[in-house]
Protein backbone atom coordinates (compact mmCIF):
# COMPACT_ATOMS: atom_id res chain seq x y z
CA UNK A 1 0.00 0.00 0.00
CA UNK A 2 2.99 2.50 0.93
CA UNK A 3 4.36 1.95 -2.48
CA UNK A 4 0.96 2.46 -3.99
CA UNK A 5 -0.02 5.65 -2.28
CA UNK A 6 3.55 7.11 -3.08
CA UNK A 7 2.93 6.49 -6.60
CA UNK A 8 -0.06 8.21 -6.21
CA UNK A 9 1.66 10.95 -4.99
CA UNK A 10 4.24 11.07 -7.79
CA UNK A 11 1.11 11.43 -9.86
CA UNK A 12 -0.91 13.71 -8.66
CA UNK A 13 2.38 16.33 -8.35
CA UNK A 14 2.82 15.20 -12.22
CA UNK A 15 -0.81 16.31 -13.13
CA UNK A 16 -0.47 19.96 -10.36
CA UNK A 17 3.08 20.29 -12.62
CA UNK A 18 1.09 20.30 -15.96
CA UNK A 19 -2.16 22.25 -14.06
CA UNK A 20 0.53 25.40 -13.48
CA UNK A 21 2.37 25.05 -16.48
CA UNK A 22 -0.90 25.52 -18.24
CA UNK A 23 -1.38 28.18 -15.68
CA UNK A 24 1.88 30.41 -16.67
CA UNK A 25 -0.26 30.62 -20.00
CA UNK A 26 -3.76 31.42 -18.54
CA UNK A 27 -4.18 31.33 -14.85
CA UNK A 28 -7.95 31.64 -14.88
CA UNK A 29 -9.78 30.82 -11.00
CA UNK A 30 -10.96 27.41 -12.50
CA UNK A 31 -7.35 25.77 -13.17
CA UNK A 32 -6.67 27.73 -9.49
CA UNK A 33 -9.06 25.50 -8.13
CA UNK A 34 -7.94 22.32 -9.53
CA UNK A 35 -4.20 23.22 -8.24
CA UNK A 36 -5.64 23.62 -4.58
CA UNK A 37 -7.80 20.61 -4.80
CA UNK A 38 -5.23 18.45 -6.32
CA UNK A 39 -2.46 20.28 -3.21
CA UNK A 40 -5.15 18.75 -0.64
CA UNK A 41 -5.60 15.51 -2.42
CA UNK A 42 -1.97 15.23 -2.65
CA UNK A 43 -1.64 15.91 1.70
CA UNK A 44 -4.57 13.29 2.18
CA UNK A 45 -2.20 11.00 0.46
CA UNK A 46 0.58 11.96 2.09
CA UNK A 47 -1.10 11.48 5.75
CA UNK A 48 -1.87 7.93 4.56
CA UNK A 49 1.16 7.04 3.50
CA UNK A 50 2.98 8.31 6.61
CA UNK A 51 0.67 6.58 8.47
CA UNK A 52 0.88 3.15 6.98
CA UNK A 53 4.81 4.06 8.00
CA UNK A 54 3.95 4.42 11.31
CA UNK A 55 2.22 1.51 11.87
CA UNK A 56 4.22 -0.92 9.77
CA UNK A 57 7.14 0.46 11.78
CA UNK A 58 5.52 0.51 15.01
CA UNK A 59 7.61 3.94 16.11
CA UNK A 60 8.10 7.44 14.56
CA UNK A 61 9.47 7.63 11.16
CA UNK A 62 12.52 9.04 12.07
CA UNK A 63 15.26 6.14 11.46
CA UNK A 64 16.64 6.73 8.20
CA UNK A 65 17.20 8.80 5.02
CA UNK A 66 14.08 7.98 3.22
CA UNK A 67 11.66 8.79 6.51
CA UNK A 68 13.52 11.89 7.13
CA UNK A 69 13.04 12.89 2.86
CA UNK A 70 9.43 12.15 3.24
CA UNK A 71 8.77 14.45 5.70
CA UNK A 72 10.57 16.96 4.52
CA UNK A 73 8.67 16.93 1.59
CA UNK A 74 5.17 16.95 3.22
CA UNK A 75 6.19 19.34 5.11
CA UNK A 76 6.98 21.75 2.06
CA UNK A 77 3.80 20.60 0.98
CA UNK A 78 2.21 21.73 3.91
CA UNK A 79 3.33 25.51 4.23
CA UNK A 80 2.89 25.53 -0.10
CA UNK A 81 -0.80 25.03 0.84
CA UNK A 82 -0.90 27.85 3.27
CA UNK A 83 1.01 30.17 0.89
CA UNK A 84 -1.24 29.27 -1.58
CA UNK A 85 -4.32 30.67 0.31
CA UNK A 86 -2.85 34.58 -0.15
CA UNK A 87 -0.20 34.02 -3.33
CA UNK A 88 -1.89 33.47 -6.58
CA UNK A 89 1.15 32.58 -8.12
CA UNK A 90 1.50 30.52 -10.86
CA UNK A 91 5.51 30.32 -11.15
CA UNK A 92 5.49 30.11 -7.20
CA UNK A 93 3.10 26.62 -7.52
CA UNK A 94 5.59 25.20 -10.28
CA UNK A 95 8.36 25.70 -8.14
CA UNK A 96 7.23 23.73 -5.51
CA UNK A 97 5.73 21.48 -7.50
CA UNK A 98 8.73 20.77 -9.68
CA UNK A 99 10.84 20.69 -5.89
CA UNK A 100 8.39 18.11 -4.61
CA UNK A 101 8.66 15.77 -7.27
CA UNK A 102 12.38 16.37 -7.60
CA UNK A 103 12.22 14.61 -3.59
CA UNK A 104 10.35 12.36 -4.38
CA UNK A 105 12.78 10.92 -7.02
CA UNK A 106 15.13 11.07 -4.95
CA UNK A 107 13.08 9.24 -2.23
CA UNK A 108 12.92 6.37 -4.74
CA UNK A 109 16.35 5.87 -5.04
CA UNK A 110 16.90 5.30 -1.13
CA UNK A 111 16.14 2.22 0.95
CA UNK A 112 12.55 1.72 2.39
CA UNK A 113 13.31 -1.21 4.16
CA UNK A 114 12.15 -1.01 7.71
CA UNK A 115 14.56 -0.78 10.07
CA UNK A 116 15.00 -0.84 14.24
CA UNK A 117 15.91 2.66 15.13
CA UNK A 118 19.94 2.50 15.94
CA UNK A 119 21.28 2.59 19.65
CA UNK A 120 22.28 6.24 18.78
CA UNK A 121 18.58 6.81 17.52
CA UNK A 122 17.27 5.76 21.40
CA UNK A 123 16.88 9.00 22.91
CA UNK A 124 14.16 11.49 23.67
CA UNK A 125 15.86 14.10 21.62
CA UNK A 126 15.47 12.42 18.54
CA UNK A 127 11.80 13.65 17.73
CA UNK A 128 12.59 17.14 18.62
CA UNK A 129 15.77 17.18 17.07
CA UNK A 130 14.24 15.76 13.46
CA UNK A 131 11.33 18.01 14.03
CA UNK A 132 13.22 20.64 14.22
CA UNK A 133 15.30 20.48 11.04
CA UNK A 134 12.25 19.39 9.07
CA UNK A 135 10.81 22.96 9.88
CA UNK A 136 13.69 24.79 9.03
CA UNK A 137 14.84 22.94 5.26
CA UNK A 138 10.80 23.22 4.40
CA UNK A 139 10.73 26.79 5.67
CA UNK A 140 14.37 27.32 3.77
CA UNK A 141 12.60 25.38 0.75
CA UNK A 142 9.90 27.40 0.73
CA UNK A 143 11.55 30.90 1.05
CA UNK A 144 13.88 29.12 -2.04
CA UNK A 145 10.86 28.71 -4.38
CA UNK A 146 9.61 32.58 -3.30
CA UNK A 147 13.12 33.58 -4.40
CA UNK A 148 13.08 32.06 -7.88
CA UNK A 149 8.99 33.96 -8.07
CA UNK A 150 11.37 37.25 -6.71
CA UNK A 151 14.10 36.75 -9.18
CA UNK A 152 11.40 36.29 -12.32
CA UNK A 153 9.31 39.48 -11.75
CA UNK A 154 10.00 42.64 -13.47
CA UNK A 155 12.39 45.17 -11.50
CA UNK A 156 9.12 47.85 -12.12
CA UNK A 157 7.05 45.36 -10.16
CA UNK A 158 7.75 46.97 -6.98
CA UNK A 159 4.93 46.73 -4.24
CA UNK A 160 4.61 42.64 -5.55
CA UNK A 161 8.54 42.05 -4.99
CA UNK A 162 8.54 43.94 -1.49
CA UNK A 163 5.64 41.64 -0.48
CA UNK A 164 7.41 38.79 -1.46
CA UNK A 165 10.76 39.73 -0.09
CA UNK A 166 8.90 39.96 3.12
CA UNK A 167 6.97 36.53 3.20
CA UNK A 168 11.19 35.51 2.15
CA UNK A 169 12.44 36.96 5.02
CA UNK A 170 9.74 35.51 7.56
CA UNK A 171 9.98 32.02 6.14
CA UNK A 172 14.08 32.38 6.73
CA UNK A 173 13.23 34.02 9.81
CA UNK A 174 11.52 31.02 10.90
CA UNK A 175 14.38 28.36 9.07
CA UNK A 176 17.03 29.99 10.84
CA UNK A 177 15.57 30.08 14.32
CA UNK A 178 14.92 25.83 14.33
CA UNK A 179 17.84 25.85 12.71
CA UNK A 180 19.81 26.91 15.43
CA UNK A 181 17.66 24.61 17.68
CA UNK A 182 18.69 21.40 15.07
CA UNK A 183 22.57 22.59 16.19
CA UNK A 184 21.38 22.80 20.16
CA UNK A 185 19.46 20.21 20.14
CA UNK A 186 21.96 18.04 18.11
CA UNK A 187 24.77 18.98 20.34
CA UNK A 188 23.40 18.17 23.47
CA UNK A 189 22.03 14.67 21.87
CA UNK A 190 25.74 14.29 20.58
CA UNK A 191 26.72 14.28 23.65
CA UNK A 192 24.76 12.22 25.15
CA UNK A 193 25.52 9.48 22.58
CA UNK A 194 29.01 9.55 22.01
CA UNK A 195 30.51 12.51 25.03
CA UNK A 196 30.99 14.77 22.98
CA UNK A 197 29.28 18.41 22.19
CA UNK A 198 31.17 18.75 18.62
CA UNK A 199 33.03 16.29 16.49
CA UNK A 200 33.49 18.29 13.32
CA UNK A 201 31.29 15.32 11.45
CA UNK A 202 30.56 16.48 7.91
CA UNK A 203 27.08 16.96 8.55
CA UNK A 204 28.06 19.08 11.64
CA UNK A 205 30.19 21.02 10.16
CA UNK A 206 27.96 21.79 7.00
CA UNK A 207 25.20 22.28 9.13
CA UNK A 208 26.74 25.07 10.50
CA UNK A 209 27.53 26.26 7.04
CA UNK A 210 24.16 26.32 6.37
CA UNK A 211 23.76 28.90 9.50
CA UNK A 212 26.17 30.98 8.58
CA UNK A 213 24.96 31.30 4.99
CA UNK A 214 21.47 32.19 6.60
CA UNK A 215 23.28 34.50 9.35
CA UNK A 216 24.81 36.47 6.65
CA UNK A 217 21.26 37.29 4.44
CA UNK A 218 19.87 38.21 8.00
CA UNK A 219 22.69 40.53 8.94
CA UNK A 220 22.96 41.74 5.33
CA UNK A 221 19.10 42.45 5.23
CA UNK A 222 18.52 43.83 8.47
CA UNK A 223 21.68 45.81 9.69
CA UNK A 224 22.39 47.67 6.27
CA UNK A 225 19.05 47.29 4.34
CA UNK A 226 20.53 45.15 1.43
CA UNK A 227 17.40 44.44 0.34
CA UNK A 228 16.50 43.45 -3.26
CA UNK A 229 17.91 40.78 -6.05
CA UNK A 230 21.59 40.63 -4.00
CA UNK A 231 19.77 38.92 -0.81
CA UNK A 232 17.43 36.53 -2.58
CA UNK A 233 20.65 34.99 -3.98
CA UNK A 234 22.17 34.36 -0.48
CA UNK A 235 19.11 32.32 -0.23
CA UNK A 236 18.65 30.36 -3.36
CA UNK A 237 22.13 29.57 -3.03
CA UNK A 238 21.98 28.89 1.32
CA UNK A 239 18.87 26.22 -0.05
CA UNK A 240 21.54 24.90 -2.31
CA UNK A 241 23.67 24.68 0.45
CA UNK A 242 20.45 22.76 2.82
CA UNK A 243 20.17 20.13 -0.07
CA UNK A 244 24.65 19.47 0.26
CA UNK A 245 23.79 19.31 3.90
CA UNK A 246 20.92 16.81 3.60
CA UNK A 247 21.85 14.38 0.40
CA UNK A 248 25.54 15.61 -0.45
CA UNK A 249 26.95 15.34 2.63
CA UNK A 250 25.21 11.70 3.42
CA UNK A 251 26.73 10.21 -0.23
CA UNK A 252 30.30 12.06 -0.02
CA UNK A 253 31.11 12.61 3.25
CA UNK A 254 29.61 9.43 5.09
CA UNK A 255 30.01 10.17 9.15
CA UNK A 256 28.09 9.54 12.52
CA UNK A 257 25.32 11.16 10.60
CA UNK A 258 25.27 8.81 7.69
CA UNK A 259 22.30 7.04 8.89
CA UNK A 260 20.02 10.90 8.67
Given at each position: ????????????????????????????????????????????SFLGLMSFRIIAAHRAPFANMYEFTLLFTGFIL?ISIILRRTLLSPLFDLAVTLLLLVLLAVTSTIS?????????????????????????????????????????????????????????????????????????????????????????????????????????????????????????????????????????????????????
Open positions: MEKHLLTLIFLLLLVDVINNLVRLWKNTKLLRNFGSLLGWLTFVIADLQPLMPALQSNWLHIHVATAIIAYGAFAAAFCLGIVYLAKSPDSTHELQQIDQRIYRLVVLGFTFLTFVIITGAIWAEQAWGNWWSWDPKETWSLITWIVYAVYLHARSSRQWKGRKTIWIVVIGFLVVLFTLFGVSILLPGLHSYA
